[in-house]
C-alpha cells in the first residue's frame, strides 16, 4: 500500500500555548472554539427540551458530547470551501454559520435561523421545509446540506470536489458522516470514485460507536451485535489506496490540527483523506431512544472527556483564560441560544399559499421560438416523408446505397442532415460541451469505449478526460456526483447505462438531486441531465429492457424526457443541458440507428411543448419515443386502409407536461387513445388520461364533457419484460393493436 494510517492519539499534542507563540492559531480562536461549542450544546440541549414540549415537531438527532469534530474541523477550512452534513448536522450547520459571521449581530442571527428552522417558521434557513435533518444555509456558506438518508450525503460531497478541482478553484470539500454509514454502498461507491478521481474531498468519519442501536464494533450489554468485524473504521483506507488518520474527536485542538492537515493535502495534490474521528453522542440515536445498548460506566467515562471540559482544562492550564473568562464564554453562548429560542417562537409559520414554490427553477421560453419550432417540426417531418419515399423507391443494389441516395435528396430539398438518434445525441452534447465550459459528461464506459450505445463517441476524443469521465459501475455515486457538481456550478450529463439500473440511483437523484431546491428553501438549483436509455426490442429480457419512466415522473423536482426522432434527440437534449432543472432524458435503445433529418447549426426544442405529429381530426393518440413512430405507423395504415383521421401527438417531455396541447386535440376529436411502453398500472398512460379529464378550458369546461367514448389506456403488459422474441413482441403494443384498437373506437 502507498499510504498508511496515522493514528494522532498515540502522539502527544502541542499544548494551545505553543500553537498560539507560533502563531499555528491566535488567543481569539480557541475562545471562539469555545464558545461555539457552548452554543451547539446548548442548542442542542434546548431543543430536547422543545421537543418534549411538542414545540419543535418531528425527528431530531442531536450532535451534544460530538462539537469538536465540527467545530475542529470548520476552524481548518477557509470560507469558500465547502462543506456536506448529515442527518445529525446541527453541529455542522453551526459551526459553519459561525465561519461566517463577521458581526454579533451576524451571529445571533444565524443561530435565529437555525433554531427557527427547527419550529418549522418560515425565518428558518429553509423557510420551514428542511427540519432538523435537512438544516442548511446552501447559498451563503457553501453547504451542500444535510440529508435524512444514511450514507447519501457522500456522492453529492465527491461531485462537488471533483467541481472544485475542474474548476482550478484551489477550494476543498469536507464531507461529514457517522459511523453506520461506512456500512452502505454510497460509502463505498463515494470513497472509491473520490479515490480513483483524485479530489480534494476530506471524508470525516464521526464515530460515535453506534448506528442507531446496534454498536459499531461491539458493546458489554447483552442480546447486542455488532454492525462490523473492525474497531477502527480508517482501515478501510487500504481499499481505496488512500491516506487515512484516526483523531481523538472530544479534542477541538486535536480535531483541528487533523484536519488542517488533510485540507492542506487536499488542496495541494488533489488528494483525499479519510478521517476517522473518535466521539460520543451524549443523547440516544433520537429523543425516544431509551440507550439500552450502551452501560451508565460507558456513558460516565466519556462525559468525562466532554469537549467542554477538555478546551477549558487547555485553556486554563495554560494560563489562557481565568474561570471567570471561561463563564463569560459561556453565558454569552447560553444567552445567544434563549434568545434564538424567543426568535423562533415568535416567527411566523409559512404561508401555506407558498406551498409548491420552488419545486422547479421557474422556466419559460418565448411564443416566438415555440412557434418557430413548431414550424421547424413540420417542415422535419415533411423531410422525413421525402427521405423515406426515396429510400423505398431508390434503385440502388444496397440499402446503404439507398440511404445515401435519400439524404442526399434531403440535402438537396431540405439543407438539413440526415443522422441517426445515437448520432443525434452524442452530437447534442459535443455542441453542448463546446458552447459552455461548465457542461461534463461523466458515467460507465462514456469516455474511450463511447458509451454503451455509441452515444459519447468521439467525446472523448475531442474534449479530454478531464471533460468526458468514466467511471466505475456505481450507479449512486455517478447520479450523486452530478448531483454535487451541479451544486457546485456545472452543468453534468450523467450517462446511466440502462433506466432499469436508475432504481439504483433513485436517492441520489431524487432525495438529494430533486428535493434540494425545494427542501432547502429555494437557495439551490441542479442543473444535470441524467441520460439513460429503456424500452424492449434487444431481447435481453426484465433487468435491461424495462420503460419506468412513470418512476420517474412521481416525485417532485424532476424533468422527465423522451424523444422519438433524431430531430427531437438533439434539440431536446441540448435544452435539457442548457435547463436549470434536473432532467432525466430518456432514450429507447431500439431507436438508436433509427435515421431521421437534423436541422443544421445551432437550435434547441423547449421542454414541456408537445408536437402534433400528424394532425387529423377522428381520434387523438398521444404517445412519445419508440411508441410514438408505432402510432405514426398506425395513422398511417388507418387512413390508407380504413378512412380514420388520427391526429398524433408526441408529447416529447412526459414532466412537464403540455396538456394543454393534448386537452385541445381532444375536445376537437372526442377521443383519446396513450399508447404507451411503460407498465399500464399507475403509467404514465393513466396520467395523460387522467390530468385529460379534469382539465379545465377556459369557458369553465372539462376535458371530460368533451369524450365521445372512454379514453384508452394501451401499454406494456403487467409482466417482467421477457427475453424470447415473440414474447417480447407481445408484451407492448404494437402497431397492428392500435390500429385495431383505434377502429374499435371510432
Same mark, same amino acid.
Given at each position: 500500500? @502507498?499510504?498508511?494510517?496515522?493514528?494522532?492519539?498515540?502522539?502527544?499534542?502541542?499544548?494551545?500555548?505553543?500553537?498560539?507563540?507560533?502563531?499555528?492559531?491566535?488567543?481569539?480562536?480557541?475562545?471562539?472554539?469555545?464558545?461555539?461549542?457552548?452554543?451547539?450544546?446548548?442548542?442542542?440541549?434546548?431543543?430536547? =427540551?422543545?421537543?418534549?414540549?411538542?414545540?419543535?415537531?418531528?425527528?431530531?438527532?442531536?450532535?451534544?458530547? $460530538?462539537?469538536?469534530?465540527?467545530?475542529?474541523?470548520?476552524?481548518?477550512?477557509?470560507?469558500?470551501?465547502?462543506?456536506?452534513?448529515?442527518?445529525?448536522?446541527?453541529? +455542522?450547520?453551526?459551526?459553519?454559520?459561525?465561519?461566517?459571521?463577521?458581526?454579533?449581530?451576524?451571529? +445571533?442571527? +444565524?443561530?435565529?435561523?437555525?433554531?427557527? $428552522?427547527?419550529?418549522?417558521?418560515?425565518?428558518?434557513?429553509?423557510?420551514?421545509?428542511?427540519?432538523?435533518?435537512?438544516?442548511?444555509?446552501?447559498?451563503?456558506?457553501?453547504?451542500?446540506?444535510?440529508?435524512?438518508?444514511?450514507?447519501?450525503?457522500?456522492?453529492?460531497?465527491?461531485?462537488?470536489?471533483?467541481?472544485?478541482?475542474?474548476?482550478?478553484?484551489?477550494?476543498?470539500?469536507?464531507?461529514?458522516?457517522?459511523?453506520?454509514?461506512?456500512?452502505?454502498?454510497?460509502?463505498?461507491?463515494?470513497?472509491?470514485?473520490?479515490?480513483?478521481?483524485?479530489?480534494?474531498?476530506?471524508?470525516?468519519?464521526?464515530?460515535?460507536?453506534?448506528?442507531?442501536?446496534?454498536?459499531?464494533?461491539?458493546?458489554?450489554?447483552?442480546?447486542?451485535?455488532?454492525?462490523?468485524?473492525?474497531?477502527?473504521?480508517? $482501515?478501510?483506507?487500504?481499499?481505496?489506496?488512500?491516506?487515512?488518520?484516526?483523531?481523538?474527536?472530544?479534542?477541538?485542538?486535536?480535531?483541528?490540527?487533523?484536519?488542517?492537515?488533510?485540507?492542506?493535502?487536499?488542496?495541494?495534490?488533489?488528494?483525499?483523506?479519510?478521517?476517522?474521528?473518535?466521539?460520543?453522542?451524549?443523547?440516544?440515536?433520537?429523543?425516544?431512544?431509551?440507550?439500552?445498548?450502551?452501560?451508565?460506566?460507558?456513558?460516565?467515562?466519556?462525559?468525562?472527556?466532554?469537549?467542554?471540559?477538555?478546551?477549558?482544562?487547555?485553556?486554563?492550564?495554560?494560563?489562557?483564560?481565568?474561570?471567570?473568562?471561561?463563564?463569560?464564554?459561556?453565558? *454569552?453562548?447560553?444567552?445567544?441560544?434563549?434568545?434564538?429560542? *424567543?426568535?423562533?417562537?415568535?416567527?411566523?409559520?409559512?404561508?401555506?399559499? =407558498?406551498?409548491?414554490?420552488?419545486?422547479?427553477?421557474?422556466?419559460?421560453?418565448?411564443?416566438?421560438?415555440?412557434?418557430?419550432?413548431?414550424?421547424?417540426?413540420?417542415?422535419?417531418?415533411?423531410?422525413?416523408?421525402?427521405?423515406?419515399?426515396?429510400?423505398?423507391?431508390?434503385?440502388?443494389?444496397?440499402?446503404?446505397?439507398?440511404?445515401?441516395?435519400?439524404?442526399?435528396?434531403?440535402?438537396?430539398?431540405?439543407?438539413? =442532415?440526415?443522422?441517426?438518434?445515437?448520432?443525434?445525441?452524442?452530437?447534442?452534447?459535443?455542441?453542448?460541451?463546446?458552447?459552455?465550459?461548465?457542461?461534463?459528461?461523466?458515467?460507465?464506459?462514456?469516455?474511450?469505449?463511447?458509451?454503451?450505445?455509441?452515444?459519447?463517441?468521439?467525446?472523448?476524443?475531442?474534449?479530454?478526460?478531464?471533460?468526458?469521465?468514466?467511471?466505475?459501475?456505481?450507479?449512486?455515486?455517478?447520479?450523486?456526483?452530478?448531483?454535487?457538481?451541479?451544486?457546485?456550478?456545472?452543468?453534468?450529463?450523467?450517462?446511466?447505462?440502462?433506466?432499469?439500473?436508475?432504481?439504483?440511483?433513485?436517492?441520489?437523484?431524487? +432525495?438529494?438531486?430533486?428535493?434540494?431546491?425545494?427542501?432547502?428553501?429555494?437557495?439551490?438549483?441542479?442543473?444535470?441531465?441524467?441520460?439513460?436509455?429503456?424500452?424492449?426490442?434487444?431481447?435481453?429480457?426484465?433487468?435491461?429492457?424495462?420503460?419506468?419512466?412513470?418512476?420517474?415522473?412521481?416525485?417532485?423536482?424532476?424533468?422527465?424526457?423522451?424523444?422519438?426522432?433524431?430531430?427531437?434527440?438533439?434539440?431536446?437534449?441540448?435544452?435539457?443541458?442548457?435547463?436549470?432543472?434536473?432532467?432525466?432524458?430518456?432514450?429507447?435503445?431500439?431507436?438508436?440507428?433509427?435515421?431521421?433529418?437534423?436541422?443544421?447549426?445551432?437550435?434547441?426544442?423547449?421542454?414541456?411543448?408537445?408536437?402534433?405529429?400528424?394532425?387529423?381530426?377522428?381520434?387523438?393518440?398521444?404517445?412519445?419515443?419508440?411508441?410514438?413512430?408505432?402510432?405514426?405507423?398506425?395513422?398511417?395504415?388507418?387512413?390508407?386502409?380504413?378512412?380514420?383521421?388520427?391526429?398524433?401527438?408526441?408529447?416529447?417531455?412526459?414532466?412537464?407536461? @403540455?396538456?394543454?396541447?393534448?386537452?385541445?386535440?381532444?375536445?376537437?376529436?372526442?377521443?383519446?387513445?396513450?399508447?404507451? $411502453?411503460?407498465?399500464?398500472?399507475?403509467?404514465?398512460?393513466?396520467?395523460?388520461?387522467?390530468?385529460?379529464?379534469?382539465?379545465?378550458?377556459?369557458?369553465?369546461?372539462?376535458?371530460?364533457?368533451?369524450?365521445?367514448?372512454?379514453?384508452?389506456?394501451?401499454?406494456?403488459?403487467?409482466?417482467?419484460?421477457?427475453?424470447?422474441?415473440?414474447?417480447?413482441?407481445?408484451?407492448?403494443?404494437?402497431?397492428?393493436?392500435?390500429?385495431?384498437?383505434?377502429?374499435?373506437?371510432?
Amino acid at each position: 500500500m @502507498d499510504f498508511c494510517i496515522e493514528d494522532t492519539r498515540k502522539k502527544p499534542i502541542p499544548k494551545l500555548k505553543e500553537l498560539i507563540n507560533d502563531k499555528i492559531i491566535a488567543l481569539e480562536q480557541a475562545e471562539d472554539w469555545l464558545r461555539s461549542i457552548y452554543e451547539i450544546r446548548f442548542f442542542e440541549e434546548k431543543v430536547f =427540551d422543545l421537543l418534549g414540549q411538542n414545540i419543535i415537531k418531528g425527528a431530531s438527532h442531536l450532535y451534544a458530547g $460530538e462539537e469538536a469534530v465540527a467545530v475542529g474541523a470548520v476552524a481548518a477550512i477557509e470560507r469558500g470551501d465547502v462543506i456536506g452534513s448529515t442527518h445529525r448536522g446541527h453541529g +455542522h450547520c453551526g459551526a459553519i454559520g459561525n465561519k461566517y459571521a463577521d458581526t454579533e449581530q451576524d451571529r +445571533h442571527e +444565524h443561530w435565529n435561523a437555525m433554531m427557527a $428552522e427547527l419550529m418549522g417558521k418560515e425565518t428558518g434557513y429553509c423557510k420551514g421545509r428542511g427540519g432538523s435533518m435537512h438544516i442548511a444555509e446552501v447559498e451563503k456558506q457553501n453547504n451542500l446540506g444535510s440529508t435524512g438518508i444514511v450514507g447519501g450525503n457522500q456522492p453529492s460531497a465527491v461531485g462537488a470536489a471533483l467541481a472544485e478541482k475542474y474548476k482550478k478553484t484551489g477550494k476543498v470539500v469536507l464531507s461529514f458522516f457517522g459511523d453506520g454509514s461506512t456500512n452502505c454502498g454510497s460509502f463505498h461507491e463515494s470513497m472509491n470514485m473520490a479515490s480513483t478521481l483524485k479530489i480534494p474531498l476530506v471524508a470525516i468519519i464521526e464515530n460515535n460507536l453506534y448506528g442507531m442501536s446496534v454498536p459499531f464494533s461491539g458493546s458489554e450489554v447483552d442480546g447486542t451485535r455488532r454492525a462490523s468485524n473492525i474497531t477502527d473504521i480508517a $482501515e478501510r483506507c487500504y481499499a481505496y489506496n488512500v491516506p487515512a488518520m484516526i483523531v481523538n474527536g472530544q479534542d477541538v485542538v486535536a480535531v483541528y490540527l487533523a484536519i488542517h492537515s488533510a485540507v492542506t493535502l487536499a488542496r495541494a495534490e488533489n488528494q483525499m483523506t479519510i478521517v476517522e474521528a473518535k466521539t460520543y453522542r451524549w443523547y440516544g440515536h433520537s429523543r425516544s431512544d431509551p440507550r439500552a445498548y450502551r452501560t451508565k460506566a460507558e456513558e460516565k467515562t466519556w462525559y468525562d472527556r466532554d469537549p467542554i471540559i477538555v478546551l477549558r482544562e487547555k485553556l486554563l492550564t495554560d494560563a489562557l483564560c481565568t474561570e471567570a473568562e471561561l463563564d463569560e464564554i459561556k453565558d *454569552k453562548a447560553f444567552n445567544t441560544i434563549e434568545t434564538a429560542t *424567543k426568535f423562533g417562537i415568535d416567527s411566523p409559520w409559512p404561508n401555506p399559499a =407558498d406551498l409548491t414554490k420552488d419545486v422547479y427553477v421557474e422556466e419559460s421560453y418565448p411564443a416566438e421560438l415555440i412557434e418557430s419550432e413548431r414550424g421547424t417540426s413540420k417542415k422535419v417531418m415533411k423531410a422525413t416523408v421525402t427521405f423515406e419515399a426515396t429510400r423505398a423507391s431508390s434503385k440502388a443494389k444496397t440499402k446503404k446505397e439507398a440511404a445515401e441516395q435519400a439524404k442526399a435528396e434531403v440535402k438537396s430539398k431540405f439543407d438539413m =442532415d440526415v443522422m441517426t438518434i445515437g448520432q443525434a445525441v452524442s452530437a447534442a452534447q459535443a455542441e453542448e460541451l463546446r458552447r459552455d465550459k461548465n457542461v461534463i459528461v461523466i458515467g460507465e464506459d462514456v469516455g474511450l469505449y463511447g458509451g454503451a450505445y455509441q452515444a459519447t463517441r468521439g467525446l472523448s476524443a475531442e474534449f479530454g478526460t478531464d471533460r468526458v469521465i468514466d467511471t466505475a459501475i456505481s450507479e449512486a455515486a455517478i447520479a450523486g456526483a452530478a448531483v454535487g457538481a451541479a451544486l457546485r456550478g456545472l452543468r453534468p450529463v450523467a450517462e446511466i447505462m440502462y433506466v432499469d439500473f436508475v432504481t439504483i440511483a433513485m436517492d441520489q437523484l431524487v +432525495h438529494v438531486g430533486a428535493y434540494n431546491r425545494y427542501m432547502f428553501g429555494g437557495k439551490a438549483k441542479v442543473p444535470m441531465v441524467l441520460r439513460t436509455e429503456g424500452g424492449v426490442g434487444r431481447c435481453i429480457a426484465a433487468h435491461h429492457s424495462e420503460s419506468l419512466e412513470a418512476w420517474l415522473m412521481h416525485p417532485p423536482g424532476l424533468y422527465v424526457v423522451m424523444p422519438s426522432t433524431p430531430y427531437d434527440a438533439k434539440g431536446l437534449l441540448k435544452a435539457a443541458i442548457r435547463s436549470d432543472n434536473l432532467v432525466v432524458f430518456i432514450e429507447h435503445k431500439a431507436t438508436y440507428g433509427q435515421l431521421g433529418p437534423v436541422p443544421q447549426g445551432d437550435y434547441i426544442i423547449p421542454l414541456g411543448v408537445a408536437d402534433i405529429k400528424r394532425p387529423g381530426k377522428d381520434v387523438t393518440i398521444v404517445s412519445y419515443s419508440r411508441m410514438a413512430m408505432f402510432s405514426l405507423q398506425a395513422a398511417k395504415i388507418l387512413a390508407e386502409q380504413h378512412g380514420i383521421d388520427a391526429e398524433v401527438i408526441d408529447v416529447r417531455t412526459l414532466k412537464p407536461l @403540455d396538456i394543454e396541447t393534448i386537452a385541445e386535440s381532444v375536445r376537437k376529436t372526442g377521443r383519446l387513445v396513450t399508447v404507451s $411502453e411503460g407498465f399500464g398500472t399507475c403509467g404514465s398512460g393513466r396520467e395523460i388520461a387522467g390530468r385529460f379529464m379534469e382539465y379545465e378550458f377556459s369557458d369553465g369546461s372539462r376535458g371530460f364533457d368533451y369524450l365521445d367514448t372512454a379514453p384508452v389506456n394501451m401499454a406494456a403488459a403487467d409482466v417482467p419484460p421477457p427475453m424470447s422474441e415473440p414474447l417480447e413482441n407481445a408484451s407492448i403494443p404494437s402497431v397492428e393493436r392500435i390500429v385495431e384498437t383505434v377502429k374499435a373506437i371510432v
